[in-house]
């Protein structure tokens, strides 16, 4: 178990965007931010821009990153690129080794309303999870097509692994939204709505 000294107190998005900095390759806040969203947020979430630069800005601070102003390519203004130090690739490497795991928390607006289906009508129920099940299918996608457009970077081979995780996790919640489907179908048969 890891104590104080071998993992520095960050928040979980200062180590998401520490972790998304130590694939060693220099990136500015909007990089971080559309990087994040092409993995993070198919598994985790994916912070906003003023997270992201908040959370640069921390890491810089903290000595785990340095920055530097990079000239314009094309009449833009100047940006700022950020880089891993060692010292921040030691804390994100111990905190993945040994930082306590959190368990995946379920928040799951679909089944919330399903849980207060006595308040709701059939055609609405019905609605809510066609709604759902749309969702999960384009999620799916979304993770099948950022998989492979990873391509063949070795830095991304286990990156592209979570993204294949949320793709059959997208595609579990399509099938599970139309198990419930065929569920609610079955109980109307056997008993009326309200």
Do not use: C
């Not at 810089?60 to 530097?68: F, H, L, P, V």
């Not at 070795?154 to 419930?180: I, K, V």
């Amino acid at each position: 178990m890891a104590d104080e000294e071998t993992v520095p107190g960050l928040p979980a998005t200062g180590w998401a965007v520490l972790g998304l900095l130590s694939f060693g390759r220099e990136l500015s806040g909007y990089d971080v931010k559309k990087w994040a969203d092409r993995s993070l947020g198919l598994f985790y979430w994916s912070p906003s821009f003023s997270q992201v630069y908040s959370e640069l800005k921390r890491l810089e601070n903290g000595g785990y990153a340095t920055s530097r102003l990079v000239a314009p390519e094309s009449g833009s203004r100047d940006k700022r690129a950020y880089r891993i130090t060692d010292e921040g690739l030691a804390a994100v490497t111990a905190w993945a080794r040994e930082a306590p795991l959190d368990p995946p928390v379920l928040k799951h607006g679909p089944m919330l309303r399903l849980w207060l289906g006595h308040l709701l009508e059939p055609d609405r129920m019905r609605e809510i999870l066609a709604g759902h099940r749309e969702y999960a299918e384009g999620m799916r996608q979304r993770a099948e097509t950022d998989a492979a457009d990873a391509g063949a970077d070795e830095a991304w081979a286990l990156p592209r692994l979570t993204l294949t995780w949320a793709e059959r996790y997208y595609a579990a919640e399509r099938d599970l939204a139309d198990a419930m489907l065929a569920d609610i179908e079955e109980w109307e048969r056997e008993r009326p709505w309200h």
